[in-house]
């Protein structure tokens, strides 16, 4: 299967108060968080806690990560860098070229603002590039390195200021990514199984798994599953160790494809089927998720059908548990207060625990787009 294309302020105050919608939904506020300078479009990646939120700037072939809060854009990482992460105490992470100019490689990297460079923190042995893809509080980084730039035949890495990057191995295959960590240290990622037989072809599934830190050898890292289908992947982690993902899920009389995926929620003991915003049986019914808070709320995207004869349109979505065992997955667009809905939210890639969610929009209004947009829960 095809990867599909990185202090708890008025918590309870904002979701018992916050103003609604006739079905008791909160309604969100926009804030278009803009472009870093000289950039053409911004794309969002993460938020922490205070508020603070990651990402990339592009401009043509260019990229600068970005560190955003207050209202301030701030050029993390300078030409060529991107930035997927960032931990509570305000370190984007990301990649950067380093090495001379005609011989410089991608390598994951560091960003703080009292670096006056970025930090390079290398690449595993044998492997040419690397990239990060989260990072907690104490500074414990993951990610994941290879022979090519974003190659999925890599290998997972934990790096530290203690042993810097090694390898955290795989499910018995022979690739892996880690793509977050949690304040505990618990990653998540995609990591190849042992070759098996499918339809009497050999196959090399793909499973989300959960790594405890403090685990030993190969039970160190425990596979998850998968709704169906041999392909799962982990995409965020709260601190819970719950695991917010995507899956090829089993096909059946209504759906034959079994390559489509849906979104999941991996409590610790199943992985829960998100479902998805499309029609079961067609090509809408797709849902990826790529956040997750500690009310195991989830954040990603799906496709919607916008009527006969029109095309089908991918939204962002937010899943939260419900009186039923699917819970309820809602159009982030239907919760946007009247004054910002020319904005089309596409993607919610991060929410934090006091609920503010960040995505990527167009504005319709402008013809511009995609933009890097903070979404916060209205209070009374």
Not at 21 to 33: F, K, M, P
């Amino acid at each position: 299967m095809k990867k599909l294309s990185l202090v708890l302020i008025g918590l309870m105050a904002s979701l018992a108060i916050g103003i609604t919608t006739a079905r008791g939904q909160v309604l969100y506020s926009l804030e278009d968080i803009g472009v870093v300078k000289d950039m053409q479009t911004s794309e969002v990646f993460a938020i922490n806690q205070w508020g603070h939120v990651a990402g990339t700037g592009y401009s043509g072939s260019e990229s600068c990560a970005f560190h955003y809060f207050n209202k301030l854009m701030e050029d993390s990482g300078g030409r060529n860098s991107r930035g997927f992460a960032i931990s509570s105490t305000n370190i984007v992470v990301g990649d950067n070229f380093f090495g001379p100019a005609l011989e410089a490689r991608s390598h994951a990297a560091m960003f703080n603002g009292t670096l006056a460079v970025p930090k390079d923190l290398g690449v595993l042995k044998g492997q040419r590039y690397s990239r990060a893809n989260g990072v907690n509080g104490i500074g414990q980084v993951v990610g994941f390195s290879g022979p090519k730039r974003d190659s999925n035949q890599s290998r997972a890495f934990l790096w530290t200021y203690q042993t810097g990057m090694r390898d955290i191995g795989t499910l018995g295959g022979s690739y892996a990514q880690a793509n977050a960590i949690n304040e505990a240290g618990f990653i998540t990622g995609t990591a190849q199984t042992p070759a098996t037989s499918l339809a009497a072809a050999a196959v090399e599934a793909t499973h989300a798994f959960i790594y405890n830190p403090r685990g030993a050898g190969p039970a160190a890292m425990r596979d998850l599953g998968v709704l169906g289908g041999s392909s799962s992947y982990g995409t965020a982690i709260n601190n819970y160790n719950h695991v917010a993902g995507y899956s090829t899920f089993k096909a059946n009389s209504v759906n034959a494809n079994s390559e489509l995926v849906h979104a999941f929620l991996h409590d610790g003991n199943r992985m829960i089927d998100l479902g998805s915003l499309g029609k079961p049986g067609t090509d809408t019914d797709v849902s990826v998720a790529l956040g997750v808070n500690k009310l195991d709320r989830v954040v990603g995207y799906s496709y919607r059908q916008a009527g006969p004869g029109i095309a089908p349109q991918q939204v962002a979505f937010l899943w939260r548990r419900g009186t039923t065992a699917s819970g309820e997955m809602i159009n982030l667009n239907k919760l946007l207060r009247p004054a910002d809905r020319h904005y089309l939210l596409i993607s919610a890639t991060a929410i934090n625990d006091n609920g503010q969610i960040v995505a990527n929009a167009y504005d319709t209004l402008k013809d511009r787009g995609p933009r890097a947009v903070l979404l916060t829960p209205m209070g009374p």
